[in-house]
């Protein structure tokens, strides 16, 4: 298959371009387009056999439920039994937006988009292109990253290309995408919604609202079962083996320096993803990917995954990461960082 290139402006997308790529999900196909967040991979989501093509191209464990987009507010009365009143205050304050809820499903939702689960996920993205698109498509879009299962999600069209090429009808490009890190996954099955997963719409954000919310305890580590079933497979990995090194900023980016020394000193390749003001420290032989200045957690979110993906294609042996602090939107980096490093963290003070 030739995948389909349409590049158009992200505040305003050609409508004749996006119809084409509606009329393709309406016929069963595979179309990526940009949200707010990161590249989605979409199909029909009331379509089994398209939301199937959407696990083959990723290589997507079949027990990985899908988040149901969706461009009108109304359409989450189709999807969800009932909407919870914590969920109907998240949705009047944060959609359109980068935070997904989770509602007891209807029968309208097939199995293979929630992976047998009676809950469906759903969210109203923010992205003019994104919202323009599921509603000439008319039905709600299944969409998880699009990216091969494991490698870090796709940030722009090229990033989406360079897994999914020959495997999907068309991708939209609209540039690189603004929030950077996946949306904020929210249970609100439960008494107390439980937040499965950070993202864009803070914890912080989320407890204003609610008053109350629980936090999933496996996002605190590796060796409990998350809640949300996505978020027990290793994730957004890059192609070598990453360190993570947390903890006081200096000591951390004292650390980050010494051992780029030492590996350049014995020959590995080193690759660093790291702040500007670490950048400074290291030897000239290490290659880095700076995510922006040090403490501005809308460009480390941002500049995540692109510094990933950069490793994949100057090889590196080894790549030496430096975390965020953990407020605000730094809770899903650290998040996505944990869990690119497989938890191999260097705790340092
Ligand atoms: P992705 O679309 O690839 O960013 O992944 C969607 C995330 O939402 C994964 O972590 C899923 O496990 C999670 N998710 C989707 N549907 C549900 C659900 N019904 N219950 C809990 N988590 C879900
Ligand atoms: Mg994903």
């Not at 990985?64 to 109304?74: F, K, R, S, T």
């Amino acid at each position: 298959m030739n995948t389909r290139h349409y590049i158009v402006d992200k505040d305003k997308p050609d409508f004749r371009l996006l119809d084409q790529a509606a009329a393709v999900l309406r016929q069963g196909g595979l179309v990526a387009f940009p949200t707010e967040t990161v590249y989605g991979l979409g199909a029909n989501g009331l379509d089994p056999r398209a939301v199937a093509k959407i696990f083959a191209a990723k290589g997507r464990p079949a027990d990985n439920p899908l988040i149901l987009h969706i461009a009108d507010v109304h359409e989450v009365e189709k999807l969800a039994k009932k909407v919870t009143a914590n969920a109907a205050a998240l949705m009047a304050k944060y959609w359109p937006g980068p935070l997904t809820v989770v509602l007891e499903r209807t029968r309208l939702v097939p199995d293979a988009a929630t992976g047998g689960l009676d809950t469906v996920a759903i969210r109203l993205p923010d992205s003019p292109v994104a919202r323009e698109l599921i509603r000439l498509a008319g039905v709600p879009v299944a969409a998880p990253s699009a990216n091969t299962s494991g490698r870090p999600s796709p940030t722009t069209a090229a990033d989406v290309l360079a897994d999914l090429s020959g495997r999907i009808e068309v991708v939209i490009d609209a540039g690189p995408c603004g929030i950077g890190v996946e949306s904020t996954v929210v249970d609100c099955t439960t008494p107390v919604p439980t937040l499965l997963r950070p993202g864009g719409v803070t914890l912080e954000m989320l407890a204003e609202t609610l008053g109350e919310v629980e936090v999933d305890p496996a996002l605190g580590g590796e060796h409990v079962k998350p809640r949300a079933p996505g978020m027990k497979y290793t994730h957004y990995a890059p192609a070598a083996p990453m360190t993570l090194y947390e903890g006081e900023t200096e000591a951390v980016a004292t650390a980050i320096a010494a051992a780029a020394a030492g590996l350049v000193a014995a020959g590995r390749r080193v690759g660093a993803v790291v702040a500007d003001e670490t950048a400074r420290l290291l030897p000239p032989q290490a290659a880095t990917a700076t995510y922006g200045a040090r403490g501005d957690l809308a460009a480390a979110a941002a500049g995540l995954y692109s510094a990933l993906r950069y490793f994949d294609a100057v090889p590196v042996d080894v790549i030496l990461a430096e975390g965020v602090a953990e407020s605000g939107i730094g809770l899903a980096v650290m998040n996505r960082m944990r869990k690119a490093s497989g938890y191999k963290i260097v705790h340092c003070e």
